[in-house]
């Protein structure tokens, strides 16, 4: 195991123009998790209710993900609600209930602590800060975060960006962060405050990589139908960070693939509802559409 996340697993209920789905199986960590699993084994901290079924955790486990860090707490599991207009991009939060992740404490187990390559998936500054407090001396360190923590929690997170080598967010969030309408001066100014690259996602336009010796721009994988993009974003880090555990190094042309992996993971995730079409895709299917980037993109 060279991997280990933690963040939400959560219940999703989730409308589109074309569809309504209740109690999708979903949470950043999941998300992130089912994404990576194709690279290699992954280890998951996180926290479920006793609604949690048993079936879930034994799928998770057949995917290659080891649930030895998962909690269940008694009471009920995170659950998310939500809406998203024809455009895809814009999406109304209808309900949020924390449950148990209200008083979510993480425990990474012990053999998890010498793990090298670490996602702190969106949760509360404070929390992804004791995650990383258990484990001893991880070679990369990558978090993602959300407007609410910037808005609320800001302090506690620029306390954590100065612990971590990578930041991924979108492009509101960057702007929201520095207070920088340009997104490449906004990313610059991410650096300052810690980290040693951020990556700035722009949703269908794509996403762009920019550290103190790599900088690196990517159009979305061509989706034709578009199911649901919650997750999406997880789905990207887990495909990017999955591909860097796999062989071990952060050069800049390592961090340039794992970007075109976490891009091509994604789009596989936005073709189901939840996490069932990255259940239902492995390591070949992700090294094909990945031949199919590099080929759209290249001259």
Known sequence: MNLVVTGTLAFDTIETPFAKKEDVLG?????????????????????????????????????????AGVEVAEGKSFRWSGRYEADWNTRHTLDTQLNVFADFDPKVPANYRDVPYVFLANAEPAVQ??????????????????????????????GLLRRIDGLVMNDEEARMLTGENNLIRSARRVLEMGPSFVIVKKGEHGAYLVGKDVMFSLPAYPVEDVVDPTGAGDSFAGGFMGYIASVQNTQSQTLRRAMVYGTVTASFCVQGFGV??????????IEERFNELVSFVSL
């Open 27 to 67: 949470g950043s960590a999941t998300h992130f998790a089912h994404a990576a699993g194709p690279f290699g084994t992954v280890g998951l901290v996180g926290v479920v209710g006793t609604d949690f079924p048993d079936e879930h955790l034994k799928s998770f486990r057949e995917r290659g993900i080891d649930c």
């Open 129 to 158: 800060s004791k995650a990383l407090d258990q484990m001893k001396r991880p070679k990369l360190v990558v978090a993602d975060t959300m407007n609410l923590w910037i808005d609320i929690k800001k302090d506690d997170l620029l």
């Open 276 to 285: 069932d079409a990255l259940a239902d895709r492995g390591r070949a299917d």
